[in-house]
């Protein structure tokens, strides 16, 4: 398992358990990890062997949301469009 991930996985008897993995940043959303994540997801449902996913995090926070350091520094009206879309 590579500790440098931005999503850990673990899969074992039909269950993956996907590891948030920014700890220093309380495991915020940035473009990476939803990226990261919803490639994950995607994987996962194409296996008719997972049966459950367990989505945990590393460090102190589960996940403080959004990335506001990545959302101020692109503050246009398109930008955010396209962030929530990607969440939804």
Do not use: W
Not at 20 to 42: H, I, K, V
Request: hydrophobic share 40%.
């Amino acid at each position: 398992m590579d500790e440098e991930a931005i999503i850990l996985r673990e899969e074992r008897d039909g269950v993956v358990t996907l590891t948030l993995n920014r700890p220093r940043q309380f495991n915020a959303l940035s473009e990476e990890m939803l990226t990261a994540l919803q490639t994950e997801l995607d994987e996962i449902a194409q296996n008719r062997a997972v049966r459950v996913v367990v989505l945990a995090a590393n460090g102190k926070a589960f996940c403080a949301g959004h990335d506001f350091k990545q959302m101020q520094a692109n503050p246009s009206q398109g930008y955010y469009d396209q962030l929530f879309a990607q969440c939804s």
